[in-house]
């Protein structure tokens, strides 16, 4: 690696000050919320993607400034996938329930409030925040408490027992001030719980860029390793890592594999299909069960 092959931006894990291209941009991103929505089938199209020598971690430096467009973002397809993010949300917080299955929880990227539902119903005491006003007011709508906005915030008040962060991490900039501000916010004995797509998975090896996370939307991109070094870094440590498995109805797994064929064989999904819904795991995703870290929490 030559010096021409790095540029002078800084890793947002290790913070190593040289990273360098490995992926040009195919995409530009759009002043549309559109572009980031939580249902983006454009797999593959992203900005510029870059790689720190040191700890491996991916990043897209181009695409810190987004804030403006989750704050607008409404995504129909996502609030008419509800059902399946039912029983995501089901299987992860039963995973939860046998470290802690009582107290508060708090649910970051809530969207339409569907995990802070079924915690409730488990009987968790369970409220979430997200940036999206059109989601938060779906969310308020039904009854659920989600704040608008990010952490630290007003309305968020007191520790929690549990705080999750599903498929939320790859979308923000500062992933470790992110988990910092989790840590303080989780209580010294609480747990919190992570899912992010694992850049390392053979999955990604086999598709390469038209990987289906890679997405506009998502501008960190991570592998057991960085992840362990984020959490490390917010004075945070893992439990237990294990690849969370997806709900998806049949109708969007026939559209959504029908992206990756020539458009003349591509053919439109029955009625149906939209009745089913199935497992699924392509051990491309991984979940992180954390706690305070040891040493911090003993010193």
Known sequence: MTSIDLVETT???????????????????????????????????TAAIFQCPSCGFKQCPDMTELHYLYENMSDEAYVMSE??????????????????????LLDIGAGSGVLVDEAEKMGYCAEGIDPSLPLV???????????????????????????TLIDVIEHVANPVGMLGDIRDVLKDCGIGLLVTPDVGSVAEFLMGRRWWHYRMAH??????????????????????MFR?????????????????????????????????????????????????SKSTSQG
Request: glycine share 6%; net charge positive; charged share 25%.
């Open 137 to 163: 007011d779906r969310a308020k709508r039904e009854g659920r408490i989600v704040h608008q906005g990010a952490l630290p915030h007003t309305d968020v008040v007191g520790k929690f027992d549990i705080v």
């Open 83 to 104: 059902a399946p993010r039912r029983l995501q949300a089901q299987k992860l917080l039963e995973w939860l329930q046998g470290y802690c299955d009582k107290g508060r």
């Open 244 to 292: 969370p498995r997806w709900y998806f109805t049949v109708d969007y797994l026939w559209e959504r594999a029908g992206l990756y064929l020539p458009r003349s064989l591509r053919l439109p999904s029955a009625n149906f299909m939209k009745q089913f819904t199935v497992p699924l795991n392509l051990f491309d995703s991984l979940a992180v069960i954390f706690r305070h």
């Open 219 to 240: 501008i960190g991109y991570f592998n057991r390793s960085t992840i362990e070094l984020a959490l490390k870094r917010a004075d945070l440590e893992p439990v237990c």
């Open 11 to 45: 890793c947002w894990i290790c913070g190593n000050n040289q990273i360098k291209l490995v992926s040009p941009a195919n995409h530009s991103i759009s002043s549309k919320p559109i572009s980031l929505h939580i249902t983006d089938s454009d797999y593959g199209q």
